[in-house]
């Protein structure tokens, strides 16, 4: 059997997650796209091998202030990967210490 082809556009048809809102973990504030002002960190951990993509978390701060709340909920989520854990590029021990500084932020 042969095929006989032509260079055609195809459109392929997918579904993927595609982000609707992004909220800042700090005061809960909610907005339609990543506002320039704002900061996006990831948490993630490598305990199981290639599956550790999948233990990527994203955190959000509109805020300097809000940054920390979000590091403290990211310390939190992480709490049982000590030994992997990196928050926003920071050995898990670190981003806790951070987490834990009582400085006033008067920016
Ligand atoms: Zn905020």
Same mark, same amino acid.
């Not at 082809?5 to 055609?8: C, P």
């Given at each position: 059997m042969s095929r006989e082809? $032509? !260079?055609?556009e195809v459109m392929h048809k997918y579904m993927e997650d595609v982000i609707v809102s992004v909220i800042c973990d700090g005061c809960g504030k909610t907005e339609s796209i990543l506002p320039k002002t704002w900061y996006e960190f990831s /948490? #993630? #951990?490598s305990e199981w091998g290639n599956d550790s993509i999948d233990s990527y978390v994203y955190f959000h701060a509109c805020s300097p202030k809000c940054y920390k709340d979000a590091l403290i909920k990211a310390v939190k989520e992480f709490k049982n990967y000590k030994r992997s854990g990196k928050i926003d590029g920071m050995? !898990? *021990?670190? *981003?806790k210490g951070l987490s834990e500084l009582? /400085? $006033?932020y008067n920016g």
């Open positions: 082809t $032509e !260079y055609k /948490g #993630h #951990h050995p !898990y *021990a670190f *981003a009582n /400085g $006033e």
